[in-house]
């Protein structure tokens, strides 16, 4: 698909992933509208981003609202005349007991991480189904593939992303909508850990990992859109871990054991 001229929505643009995303279509020439639920962050995006070609649209809204997502998606194509590319982003993390945590909270990811794909999704899909063309990019993460201890309801948001996109895909290409979905291991950089809910402390196993840093992601979504692409994973590793994981089970449980659990146990925050 051409980038140049295309018109682009990222939810969650404001930080992190989203906005590197937002960045990366932006020097390609194409139209973006920023979503997040934080103004200011937007308005500065836009205001950086203004010297490169194509226009800038930030939208203030709350992915858990489907009706701030459609009045969103409805601006954009007031703004631009149409979507052609969804890049669903959004999303909060947890680290939280699976078997003792807050239920609200894995409630809140739950509805942000999953749900806010959904709203979404029903919002720019009437247009595209009229355009006969578009393409949606779920962003998901390794972690749906390799679950991570006291991550679980965030992994499992994640893996259900993953369904949705397969199955979407099924679902609307007869409509020339195309789904993509993008898996990122670690990514440094980004606020993504000052944002989530935590309910422990864990032993640092972000020391232990390097990550990559955002605008590698964004570029990656970038050229999924442009080469058509089913699936991507951002570094070789990602795509082995997730190998190594399906062939050797019990390898990869021993190692996150290893890396997530071996220092200590980890020990619940105060209530806030």
Do not use: C
């Not at 570029?219 to 994973?233: D, I, S």
């Not at 997730?242 to 209530?271: N, Y």
């Amino acid at each position: 698909m051409k980038v140049q001229g295309a018109r682009v929505l990222v939810t969650g643009a404001s930080s992190g992933i989203g906005r590197a995303t937002a960045v990366a279509f932006a020097r390609a020439g194409a139209h973006v509208a920023l979503l997040a639920r934080e103004e200011g962050p937007l308005q500065r995006l836009a205001e950086e981003l203004a010297s490169l070609p194509g226009r800038r649209l930030p939208v203030v809204a709350d992915v858990r609202e489907p009706e701030q997502v459609r009045a969103a998606v409805e601006r954009t194509v007031e703004a631009f005349g149409g979507v052609d590319v969804l890049v669903s982003n959004a999303g909060v993390g947890l680290t939280a007991s699976i078997a003792q945590g807050r239920l609200a909270n894995m409630r809140h990811v739950v509805d942000v991480n999953l749900f806010g794909t959904v709203h979404a999704v029903q919002a720019v899909y009437p247009h595209m189904r009229e355009q006969r063309r578009g393409v949606i990019v779920i962003v998901s993460s390794v972690t749906g593939r390799i679950a991570m201890p006291y991550g679980g309801v965030y992994s499992a948001t994640k893996a259900g992303l993953i369904a949705l996109a397969d199955a979407l895909r099924l679902e609307l290409a007869e409509d020339g909508i195309r789904v993509v979905t993008v898996l990122p291991g670690y990514t440094s950089g980004t606020s993504f850990g000052e944002n989530s809910l935590k309910e422990l402390h864990l032993p640092g196993p972000s020391r232990l990992l390097r990550g990559v840093p955002a605008s590698l992601v964004g570029r990656k979504v970038l050229e999924a859109v442009e080469r058509e692409r089913r699936e991507v994973y951002v570094t070789l590793g990602d795509r082995l871990a997730v190998g190594l994981r399906a062939l050797l089970p019990g390898l990869v449980d021993w190692g996150l054991r290893r890396i997530w659990l071996a220092s200590r146990r980890p020990r619940p925050l105060s209530a806030p």
